[in-house]
């Protein structure tokens, strides 16, 4: 069974720049979960779809956002990006019911903004 | 609010000793504990759980964590380290009636020298 797939692995913005991350979780998990990664402020949550649906959300500014496509594919948007937005983005695939929710992770997005 | 703390930023411990990687929790009601492990430019790979049941949770690598609830903890431990056992642990809990979202420790840094 595949595993989490991000894309891209790595990537360059600049400051005002936005930037889309793309995540394929595990066939048949209908839960992604976005965090972010940073040595200052640890692994915070950013939001969790399932099904389609926005079902969690952490405290980050509007300029975060995501959407899930029907086949469970995630996307992440990141507008507007600041120099602190600089940060390994992991997406993590669960099955989304009736589970422990034990993630599963992608190898993660580095992001780069100059 | 759900939170954990891991209290040590390092552990350094020899090849063939015991570890022990610290981590309490706080929490309302009866939480699912995780721990994860994460090695240079990787994302999080999953390493136990305690959900209920037997305090002392087996999990993978021969790593095993115990369950206090008088003392909210779940620490990590191995009988005997390995070099290779070197990487970045994180401990987290998910509320779930809270939904999916994992809160994660800081994280601990685990360097074993032969």
């Known amino acids: 069974k595949a595993g989490v797939t991000q894309t891209p692995r790595y990537l360059i913005k600049t400051r005002g720049q936005q930037v889309t991350l793309s995540c394929s979780p595990i066939?048949?998990?209908?839960?992604v979960s976005w965090y972010q990664q940073t040595p200052g402020q640890g692994l915070q949550f950013l939001f969790e779809y399932f099904s389609e649906t926005q079902r969690n959300k952490g405290n980050f500014p509007g300029r975060f956002s995501g959407r899930q496509f029907s086949n469970s594919r995630s996307e992440m948007n990141v507008s507007t990006l600041e120099l602190g937005d600089s940060a390994l983005y992991l997406c993590a695939s669960s099955p989304g019911q009736g589970d422990t929710g034990e993630l599963f992770f992608g190898e993660g997005s580095r992001l780069t903004v100059l | 609010a759900q939170s954990v703390a891991q209290p040590e930023d390092q552990v350094n411990v020899a090849e063939g000793n015991p570890l022990t990687v610290k981590c309490t929790y706080s929490v309302s009601g009866n939480p699912y504990l995780f721990w994860y492990v994460q090695y240079p430019n990787r994302g999080l790979q999953f390493l136990l759980k305690?959900?209920?049941?037997?305090?002392l949770v087996k999990g993978s690598y021969g790593f095993e964590a115990e369950f206090n609830k008088s003392q909210t903890s779940f620490h990590l431990k191995k009988p005997s380290a390995l070099v290779s056992d070197s990487a970045l642990y994180f401990c987290?809990?998910?509320?779930?009636?809270?939904?999916?979202?994992?809160?994660f420790g800081k994280g601990t840094s685990l360097l074993v020298t032969p």
């Open positions: 305690y959900i209920t049941g037997d305090n």
């Open positions: 987290a809990v998910r509320d779930p009636a809270r939904g999916y979202a994992l809160n």
């Open positions: 066939s048949g998990h209908r839960s």
